[in-house]
């Protein structure tokens, strides 16, 4: 089964990734060949089987709801491109609102 | 007397412990041999030669201020880091343009815990961007070569830790391992390389790929060197609650045990068509070496070996395409500011990633997406549990397992990067066990004819990782490949 670009330009939505022409049809290609691989998985019957999310055997962890040391705003904000006090700031998300 | 750079750690030790010799003039030893080597080798992305002088004076003033008390275990002994684990203050890249300009303002615990037991840090290696490649060529800087051959690849993704190790640069070195990428470079570079059992050593500060299989492991000169380095930085964290609260054994003291009684299982689907007869002989030798030290071989199988690649190249970029959304522009790293807040969100990460990264993330969203879920990942995450089930059954009839780490030695460089298939079939024999989420090593077996080290891979259950360094050590008692360098030019 090979992809179709549409599908190609579908994912790269989802993963919100701008790709160039040139990178779409060479993944087209590559996905297409890897997916083909993976269809082998298909003849095992796993119909019973459980999936596996996780090796351990652990449900939810949970600590207790104390406040802990954190690092400086200072710090955190460091690595931001652009902040204003103490938040990270972002083009206007919804226009013409609040 | 040997160079101070090829000491094994433990030998290291020893010298510091009498006063023969000084962690300044250690460290010095290894920086020079990095400047002297690295030029060719490249496996330092990062290196910080004053803090690392600076930390090996500290140690030395430790040292003299503790008269008969025990030294911290790794006091004064120049380790490197994989650039996937934070380390404050450092630039932490994980090999990729995203996060060249990134400096974490923490450092991730396993670091934590080596500089807690003494030791010096030397800088941060090269890794395949993310730690998403076989041979570190994905790393979005420059390629790292194999010590052995400089035309060839180190393998991946710790391929710069390994490198660092074979090459005397570090007497040690931190590594992350998803699908055997601790393993394969340790295999490659003729090094010990440690992926310890999922849960066993905390994840938090290491830059995550695919959560419910990245593995902190580290690179050693020998097991003993392994041992000592992996009791350092194993044990529960409460900042990563997928660690796992259980005692942590002394694995060198344990070492000494030796193998008489301890039952050996010899996969059979790890011998398979198209590998490198040279690593099939060395490995079918390396067990009947097992056997001559007193261990027991049984013929196991694990029937579903062959669909561990298709389950591993479905799951793995699944959780990455979940973990690398992160990466936005907003927070931190490379940043394109447009208008849109979706434009600058879709061109800082065009720009950002690298291709392998791109690819996997595709291929994850993918086989996530509504349709496909279950096709792919479902089916995936149900083979999954099969290769766990064979594990566990192979695991009645043995202690550990032994088997090739690689199906062939190291490849050149661009041999592989045009078929991303051809890449992922590198890691076959190593990602049934990180699916698994069990225990494994890989030390050195023997060399091909053009002199490039085989690797042999000992496999354990959860938290069995004492049984795996004890016949790993016992197999290195009985060879010298270990104590092989590799000449470069």
Redesign the interface.
């Known amino acids: 089964m090979k ?1 179709s670009l549409a ?2 330009e ?3 939505d ?7 022409e040139e ?1 779409k049809e ?2 087209r290609e ?2 297409s ?3 083909e ?2 269809e ?3 003849a ?1 019957d ?1 119909a019973d ?8 055997p ?1 449900e939810n ?1 949970l ?1 207790d709801d104390t406040v802990q040391p954190s ?2 705003v200072a ?2 904000l ?5 902040v204003e006090g103490n938040c ?1 700031r ?4 919804l226009e013409g609102e609040g | 007397m040997k160079e101070l750079t090829d000491l094994t750690l433990e030998e290291a030790r020893d010298l510091l412990d009498r006063r023969d010799v000084s962690s300044v003039e250690l460290t010095q030893a290894v920086l020079d041999r990095i400047f002297s080597v690295d030029n060719d080798v490249k496996a330092y992305l990062t290196l910080t030669p004053e803090p690392a002088l600076e930390q090996a004076a500290n140690a030395d003033r430790i040292r003299a201020g503790l008269g008969a008390d025990d030294p911290p275990p790794l006091l004064g002994i120049p380790l490197a880091v994989k650039d996937i684990l934070c380390l404050e203050g450092v630039p932490t890249t994980c090999g990729s343009r995203i996060l060249e300009e990134y400096t974490p303002p923490f450092s991730a615990t396993a670091v934590e815990k080596l500089q807690q037991a003494g030791a010096v840090i030397l800088g941060k290696t090269n890794t395949d961007e993310f730690a998403m490649g076989s041979s570190t060529e994905n790393s979005a800087f420059f390629p790292t070569r194999n010590p052995w051959d400089l035309s060839r690849v180190p393998g991946g993704s710790s391929g710069g830790s390994a490198a660092a190790v074979a090459a005397g640069m570090a007497f040690g070195a931190l590594g992350s391992d998803t699908g055997g990428s601790v393993r394969q470079p340790a295999a490659l570079c003729g090094v010990v390389g440690l992926n310890p059992t999922y849960g066993r050593v905390s994840r938090w500060g290491l830059v995550a790929f695919a959560s419910s299989l990245d593995q902190v492991g580290c690179l050693a000169r020998t097991v003993g060197d392994a041992a000592i380095l992996f009791g350092a930085i194993a044990g529960y964290d409460a900042r990563d609650s997928t660690s796992v609260d259980a005692p942590v054994p002394d694995y060198l003291a344990s070492l000494k045990d030796g193998v008489r009684g301890l039952r050996v299982g010899v996969p059979r689907e790890y011998f398979i068509e198209g590998m490198q007869p040279e690593v099939e002989a060395a490995v079918r030798a390396a067990i009947a070496t097992l056997a001559d030290v007193g261990a027991e071989i049984v013929d196991v199988s694990l029937p579903h070996t062959e669909y561990a690649l298709p389950v591993y190249y479905l799951i793995a970029p699944a959780e990455a395409s979940a973990n690398l959304a992160r990466y936005d522009g907003i927070r931190y790293g490379l940043s394109r500011q447009e208008k849109d807040l979706w434009d600058g969100y879709r061109q800082t990460r065009e720009q950002g990633f690298g291709p392998e990264v791109k690819r996997r993330i595709m291929l994850g969203t993918y086989a996530l997406s509504a349709g496909y879920y279950d096709a792919y990942y479902l089916k995936a995450s149900q083979v999954r549990t099969l290769i766990r089930r064979d594990f566990d059954r192979a695991l009645t009839q043995c202690d550990v397992l032994a088997a090739p780490t690689t199906p062939t030695t190291a490849f050149k460089l661009g041999e592989k990067t045009d078929d991303p298939l051809q890449m992922y079939l590198a890691d076959v024999f190593t990602l049934a066990l990180s699916l698994a989420g069990l225990c494994g090593l890989s030390l050195p077996c023997g060399f091909d004819q053009a002199g490039l080290p085989i690797g042999l891979q000992i496999m354990g259950g959860a938290f069995d990782e004492a049984a795996v360094l004890r016949v790993a050590h016992a197999y290195e008692q009985a060879t010298d490949w270990h104590k092989r360098k590799p000449r470069i030019a």
């Open positions: 992809l599908q190609v579908h994912v790269a989802l993963a919100q990734l701008a790709l160039t990178e060479c993944f590559q996905l060949s890897i997916l691989y993976a082998r998985l298909q095992l796993t089987i459980p999936a596996t999310a996780t090796v351990l652990l962890v600590r690092l400086p710090d955190v460091a690595n931001a491109p652009d990270f972002v083009p206007v998300v």
